[in-house]
């Protein structure tokens, strides 16, 4: 008879081989998903805990010099003749929340920093301006030069590559 009607017990025998080694792949698909999904959750566990890191390490830096930018700032203000009441000084102390303990400064600031809020920059001596806008005037400058960086870098690497894939000896 015709292979393709009659089902002879070889024939059925191969059938059932590659049904089973279908199934197999798709079970080595599935628990392939799996495994990606669990390396892709734990990656990203991973990445939130090294950002909470380096959130608090960069806290802890901020806070070790002795003194406050407030008071810095006063300081430099009244060097230049701006004279400041003292009952001012706290006020804006508690304004910014330099009274309170590490912890719950750190908690704000993070609360804020989510939020899209900066908080206010000291760097400007002669005003006190917003940190977004300050980061704002400075980055624009800085993804030229870093694209320029990139751009030199990729012109003189791919070359030197290519030549030492081509000339191995």
């Given amino acids: 008879g015709c ?4 089902v002879s017990g070889r024939r059925v025998g191969q059938i059932r081989i590659a049904v089973r080694e279908r199934c197999e792949r798709r079970r080595h698909c599935v628990a392939g998903v799996r495994f990606m999904l669990a ?8 990445a939130v ?3 909470w890191v380096i959130s608090v390490f960069a806290f802890i830096v901020i806070e ?3 003194g406050d930018k407030l008071q810095k700032w006063f300081d430099y203000q009244t060097t230049w003749g701006n004279l400041f009441d003292p009952e001012a000084m706290k006020g804006l102390s508690a304004h910014f929340g330099l009274d309170e303990p590490k912890h719950v400064r750190y908690a704000k600031w993070m609360w804020n920093l989510a939020q899209g809020d900066m908080g206010i920059s000291f760097v400007t ?3 006190l301006r917003p940190a977004k806008d300050v980061i704002g005037d400075r980055l624009w400058m800085t993804i030229i030069l870093t694209g320029f960086t990139i751009m030199v870098t990729w012109s003189l690497a791919i070359p030197i590559g290519i030549y030492s894939a081509v000339r191995q000896n």
């Fill in 125 to 127: 001596w002669d005003t």
């Fill in 3 to 6: 292979n393709n009607v009659c």
């Fill in 64 to 66: 070790l010099p002795p």
């Fill in 39 to 46: 390396y892709i959750a734990r990656r990203l566990l991973m």
């Fill in 49 to 51: 805990f090294t950002v």
